[in-house]
C-alpha cells in the first residue's frame, strides 16, 4: 500500500493541458524532493522530472513539475498521442527510511 | 552509453530459490546506487531496496526486509536479486536501476519476468 496518493487516471484530446497530483505527507513530500517517471505499455519506467522540477536531457518540455508543501504536480502541456501511460511520482520516506512510489496515474489521450 | 542489462525470464515452483542478475556498463559501477523495483501483473510499481556496490551498504524496504537479499559483485560490475524460497506472490516483473541520487533512478534495466507456479 503506497503512502502517496495519485488519481487513478487522466484523460484529454491532443493539445490539451493534463495534471497529475501526488498526496503525500511530512515524512515523504513535505521534507524530500520529488520525481516522476513514465512507463510506456510493455516497457521499463523512464525518469520524466527530478527533484519536483527538473527535466533530463531529452524530455520534451511540455512536461513540468511542481511541488508545494505535502503535495506535488505533473503536467504535461499540448497532449500528445505518444504522452499515453502510466506516470508515477516517487519521493524518500523519512519515516520508511526508504524510497515510495505513488499509486500510479493511466493518461489516455482521447 | 550507460547500459544495464537483466538475466533472462524465469520460471520457478514455490518454495525454490533464485538469483537474478542486473549488468551495468557505461559508467564507474562503484559510484552509483543500484535498486530493484518489483511490479506485479497489472499494478504499480514498488520499491523493494538498493545497494551501494562501492561499500555493499544496502538498504531494503520495510515491506522486503527479510523476504529478499540484495548484493553485488563489483568485479563483473553486476547487482543481485535473490530470494532462498519463492512464493507464487513474488510473480512479478523486477527492475533494476541505477540511482544518480539515492532516490533518483535515472537509468533502467529492461526487467526479468518471475513466475512461479506449481
Known amino acids: 500500500q503506497s503512502v502517496l496518493t495519485q488519481p487513478p487516471s487522466a484523460s484529454g484530446t491532443p493539445g490539451q493541458r493534463v495534471t497529475i497530483s501526488c498526496s503525500g505527507s511530512s515524512s515523504n513530500i513535505g521534507r524530500n524532493t520529488v520525481n516522476w517517471y513514465q512507463q510506456l505499455p510493455g516497457t521499463a519506467p523512464k525518469l520524466l522530472i527530478n527533484s519536483n522540477d527538473q527535466r533530463p536531457s531529452g524530455v520534451p518540455d511540455r512536461f513540468s513539475g511542481s511541488k508545494s508543501g505535502t503535495s506535488a504536480s505533473l503536467a504535461i502541456s499540448g497532449l500528445q498521442s505518444e504522452d499515453e501511460a502510466d506516470y508515477y511520482c516517487a519521493a524518500w520516506d523519512d519515516s520508511l527510511n526508504g524510497s515510495v512510489f505513488g499509486t500510479g496515474t493511466k493518461v489516455t489521450v482521447l | 552509453e550507460v547500459q544495464l542489462v537483466q538475466s533472462g525470464a524465469e520460471v520457478k515452483k514455490p518454495g525454490e530459490s533464485l538469483k537474478i542478475s542486473c549488468k551495468g556498463s557505461?559508467?564507474?559501477?562503484?559510484?552509483?546506487?543500484i535498486g530493484w523495483v518489483r511490479q506485479m501483473p497489472g499494478k504499480g510499481l514498488e520499491w523493494m531496496g538498493i545497494i551501494y556496490p562501492g561499500d555493499s551498504t544496502t538498504r531494503y524496504s520495510p515491506s522486503f526486509q527479510g523476504q529478499v537479499t540484495i548484493s553485488a559483485d563489483t568485479s563483473i560490475s553486476t547487482a543481485y536479486l535473490q530470494w532462498s524460497s519463492l512464493k507464487a506472490s513474488d510473480t512479478a516483473m523486477y527492475y533494476c536501476a541505477r540511482a544518480a541520487t539515492v532516490t533518483t533512478f535515472d537509468h533502467w534495466g529492461q526487467g526479468t519476468l518471475v513466475t512461479v507456479s506449481s
Open positions: 557505461g559508467y564507474s559501477f562503484t559510484s552509483f546506487w
